[in-house]
């Protein structure tokens, strides 16, 4: 999670909250398209 948040991506869980070390399902992207991919999986 931290590479992907120093690279300027975004990590949440799949409502879209701050993800933990503790969440098993997460959403990781470049953080452009990261609310388009939570809306899909809504």
Known sequence: MLLIEEADGKVT????KKAGIKDKDIV???G???AQ???ELQ
């Open 13 to 16: 869980n799949f409502e879209g």
């Open 37 to 39: 991919i939570l809306g």
């Open 28 to 30: 990781a992207s470049n």
């Open 32 to 34: 452009r398209i990261h």
